[in-house]
C-alpha cells in the first residue's frame, strides 16, 4: 500500500511538470495555497481543516482499511424529497427529486457551470491512417478552440483524438477516454507481438475497434490544468476573465466533464460516429470525471467508471480508505465547488446532502459499469466495496424506472461479473486501471449497443 501510494504522489508530480511547463512546482504549491486561502476567506472559515487520513499503513493516522471498523452511517434517500415527501413515480422522479440532487450535487459538490461559457469550434489538426493490433484505423485529431475574445490573454484549446475503423459504411458506436494523447510517463504502452501462450489481453484501443467501434481520447487538462493554482486559467479561469471563482463556481472535475460534453457536440455533426451510442471511461480522477460526465449529460449513453474511489463512485459517509478530508484539502478541492471545503472544517461529511449513490442515480436508467481492481495490488484507498454499496444503494432509482440495477447484494469475489443489470460492476485481479475489465465491459456493452 504504501509503495502504491507514494507511486500516485510521483504520477501526479510528473502530471503537473507535463501540465505546466511555464511554472515551477514550487510556485504551483505557492499559488494553490494561496487560491485556497482565498476561497476559505470568502466562506468565512477561519480555522484549519481537519487533516484526512494517510495512505501509509505505518502513519499514526493512517486510513481506515479495516471491515470492522466501517461503523454506522446513514444515506440520504434517493427517493425521498427534501420535504420529506416519498417518491413513487417515475414523473415525481423526474420532475422533483431528480432536480433536486442536481441542485445539491452543483451547489455543495461539483459546482455550476455558469450560463456565460464560450462556444467551442472543433478543427481537423491532422489524420492519418494505422492500426490498432491488426486493424486498420483511420485517427483524427482535433483541436476545440474556445472563443476567447471577452478575455484574450487566455486561450484554451481542447485536444481531442478520435479513431474509428478504416473503410466503415454506417456510423459506429465510440468510447471516449479522458487520458493522454501523448504519453507523459515515456514510451507508451505497446501491443504485445504475439498473445500466444500470454495472460495479456489486447489493449483497449484495439478491443474497440475489434467490434468495429471507435475510441476517442480528450485530454482533461487541456481544458483545465489538475491544480489549484490553475483556476484562473483554462476555462474556469476564462469565464471568470482570470479571477478566482465564487464559492458554488464549478470545480476541475465538472471542468473535465464539460470538455467531454463539447466533443459530444462534435459527435453530433459527424456522419461515421454514432452519436446515439457514445461511451465515456476514465481511471482514478478521470473516473470521477467520467461519472460526473454521465450524471449530468443524458447524451451519454454507457458509463465505464474506473477505480474513481471518493469523489466518484465510493461513499464517502463510509469511513474506509480516502475520505472528504482528503478531497477538501489544498491538494484536492480544486476538483469540487469551494463550498465543498466546509465539509473538513465547519461541517461534516454527515452534513452533506448528497452522497456517491445519488451521482449514480442521475445516470438513471443508462447503464453504468462500476470497475477496481485488486486491494493487493491497487490498495484499499479507492474503497472498491464501497464503490459496490453505491451501485447497490442507487438500484432503487433504476427500478422505479423499469431497470435492474445491481444484479445481487453481496460483494462479489475477485473476478465475478455483476453483469445481468443497468448498474454493473466488477472487482478485477490488476491495479489501478481498467484495463483488465475491458474484454468484460465490451461484453455487457454489447446488450445496449445492438447492431441495427
Not at 495512505?55 to 482499511?65: K, L, Q
Not at 504519453?183 to 489481453?201: C, I, K, L, Q, V
Amino acid at each position: 500500500m504504501k509503495k502504491i501510494l507514494y507511486f500516485f504522489i510521483f504520477l501526479s508530480t510528473i502530471l503537473v511538470g507535463a501540465q505546466n511547463s511555464d511554472l515551477s512546482r514550487d510556485s504551483i504549491a505557492k499559488y494553490t495555497r494561496q487560491d485556497f486561502a482565498q476561497m476559505k476567506e470568502q466562506l468565512g472559515i477561519t480555522i484549519p481543516n481537519r487533516p484526512g487520513p494517510s495512505g501509509n499503513p505505518t502513519d499514526p493516522n493512517d486510513a481506515n482499511t479495516d471491515e470492522n471498523k466501517v461503523g454506522f452511517y446513514s444515506l440520504p434517500d434517493p427517493l425521498v424529497t427534501s420535504n420529506g415527501t416519498p417518491v413513487a413515480t417515475e414523473k415525481a422522479w423526474w420532475n422533483i427529486r431528480r432536480p433536486e440532487i442536481v441542485v445539491q450535487f452543483e451547489k455543495e459538490m461539483y459546482g455550476r457551470v455558469p450560463k456565460n461559457v464560450p462556444n467551442v469550434s472543433w478543427t481537423v489538426v491532422s489524420e492519418k491512417d494505422t492500426t490498432a493490433g491488426p486493424y486498420p484505423v483511420t485517427e483524427t485529431l482535433l483541436m476545440g478552440k474556445v472563443n476567447n475574445s471577452n478575455h484574450p490573454d487566455i486561450e484554451v484549446n481542447i485536444e481531442l483524438l478520435i479513431g474509428l475503423p478504416k473503410n466503415i459504411e454506417k456510423a459506429v458506436p465510440l468510447v471516449t477516454r479522458f487520458g493522454f494523447i501523448t504519453w507523459p510517463f515515456g514510451p507508451p504502452p505497446a501491443e504485445p507481438s504475439s498473445y500466444f501462450m500470454s495472460s495479456y489481453e489486447p489493449l483497449w484501443k484495439q478491443q474497440l475497434i475489434s467490434q468495429h467501434w471507435g475510441y476517442a481520447i480528450l485530454v482533461p487538462t487541456s481544458v483545465q490544468a489538475d491544480h489549484g493554482a490553475g483556476l484562473t486559467s483554462g476555462i474556469i479561469g476564462l469565464t471568470n476573465k482570470g479571477k478566482h471563482r465564487s464559492p458554488q463556481d464549478w470545480g476541475v472535475l465538472r471542468a473535465w466533464a464539460w470538455g467531454a460534453e463539447r466533443a459530444m457536440d462534435y459527435y453530433e455533426t459527424n456522419p461515421k460516429i454514432d452519436a446515439s451510442k457514445i461511451g465515456i471511461e476514465g481511471t482514478s480522477r478521470y473516473g470521477k470525471a467520467a461519472l460526473v460526465t454521465m450524471a449530468f449529460d443524458p447524451r451519454f449513453s454507457l458509463g465505464f467508471i474506473g477505480s474513481s474511489g471518493a469523489g466518484g463512485a465510493s461513499l464517502l459517509r463510509r469511513n474506509y480508505g480516502e475520505m472528504v478530508e482528503n478531497l477538501a484539502s489544498s491538494g484536492e478541492y480544486h476538483w469540487f465547488a469551494g463550498n465543498f471545503i466546509k465539509y473538513a472544517s465547519t461541517l461534516t461529511v454527515n452534513d452533506l446532502p448528497v452522497d456517491a449513490h445519488e451521482l449514480i442515480a442521475l445516470c438513471a436508467p443508462r447503464p453504468v459499469f462500476i470497475s477496481v481492481g485488486s486491494p493487493l495490488i491497487e490498495g484499499n484507498w479507492v474503497d472498491g466495496k464501497g464503490m459496490f454499496l453505491a451501485g447497490l444503494h442507487a438500484t432503487p432509482v433504476y427500478t422505479l424506472l423499469g431497470k435492474k440495477g445491481m444484479e445481487s447484494e453481496e460483494y462479489p469475489v475477485i473476478g465475478q461479473a455483476l453483469t445481468s443489470g443497468e448498474v454493473a460492476f466488477r472487482q478485477h485481479a490488476g491495479g489501478h486501471s481498467t484495463g483488465p475489465n475491458w474484454s468484460t465491459w465490451i461484453a455487457w456493452a454489447h446488450k445496449y449497443w445492438k447492431d441495427e
